[in-house]
């Protein structure tokens, strides 16, 4: 079955750049999506076919998806942005949603 | 918008069988082009998908939980439900249901439900 990596932590201070990244095989001829998710919440739609924002996500969320590496990009952390981010793909061979392990994204 | 709500009961005892319904409001499940599923999240871990109904009635499950799981649509309630059965201390999640569309992007999430599984 498809696996997609991805770190389990990330720590970066208000105003820098946060990259989280997801790996997998040729996961560059697939489309990602993103999602953010805070404690005690549902999970929410931050960036889907690889680089789109859904409306109301802020313009410093971005990805890219290339060879074996999807990146969501966060441009100018801010202290809210603090939560857990998963990227998604759907394995077509397999039939399945796949998510990858999550990444905990903490603002210093 | 559409909006989607779990219900259950929130314990379940080891080796019995958990069933729990998600509400759709604010759009019809008949005859939109899109899949409704179940995703499960373990205390403290990541999101585990476990399978997805299309509209048209195709179904795709996750491998390593097909044997146990069976989704269905209730088109007249505007419902589907998750039914997983043999459950074990395992399988003790938070349940979100959700909504794909062709683009498997999930843009419609339940606010989830914990289930505990209990002997």
């Known amino acids: 079955s498809y696996v997609l990596t991805q770190p389990p932590s990330v720590s970066v201070t208000p105003g820098e750049t946060a990259t989280i990244t997801c790996e997998g095989s040729n996961i560059g001829r697939k489309s990602v999506q993103w999602y953010q998710q805070k404690p005690g919440q549902a999970p929410v739609l931050v960036i889907y076919y690889d680089t789109d924002r859904p409306s109301g996500i802020p313009e410093r969320f971005s990805g890219s998806n290339s060879g074996n590496t999807a990146t969501l990009t966060n441009s100018r952390v801010e202290a809210g942005d603090e939560a857990d981010y998963y990227c998604q793909v759907w394995d077509s061979s397999g039939a399945h949603v796949v998510f990858g392990g999550g990444t905990k994204l903490t603002v210093l | 918008q559409v909006q989607l709500q779990e219900s259950g009961p929130g314990v379940v005892k080891t080796s019995e069988t958990l069933s729990l319904s998600c509400t759709v409001s604010?759009?019809?499940?008949?005859?939109?082009?899109?899949?409704w599923g179940w995703i499960r999240q373990p205390p403290g871990r990541g999101l585990d998908w476990i399978g997805s109904?299309?509209?048209?009635?195709?179904?795709y499950y996750n491998p390593s939980l097909k044997s146990r799981v069976t989704i269905s649509i209730d088109t007249s309630k505007n419902q589907f439900s998750l039914r997983l059965t043999s459950v074990t201390a395992a399988d003790t999640a938070v349940f979100y249901c959700a909504r794909h569309g062709g683009d498997h992007r999930i843009d419609s999430w339940g606010q989830g439900v914990l289930v505990t599984v209990s002997s």
């Open positions: 109904m299309y509209y048209g009635g195709d179904t």
């Open positions: 604010g759009g019809s499940i008949s005859g939109s082009p899109y899949y």
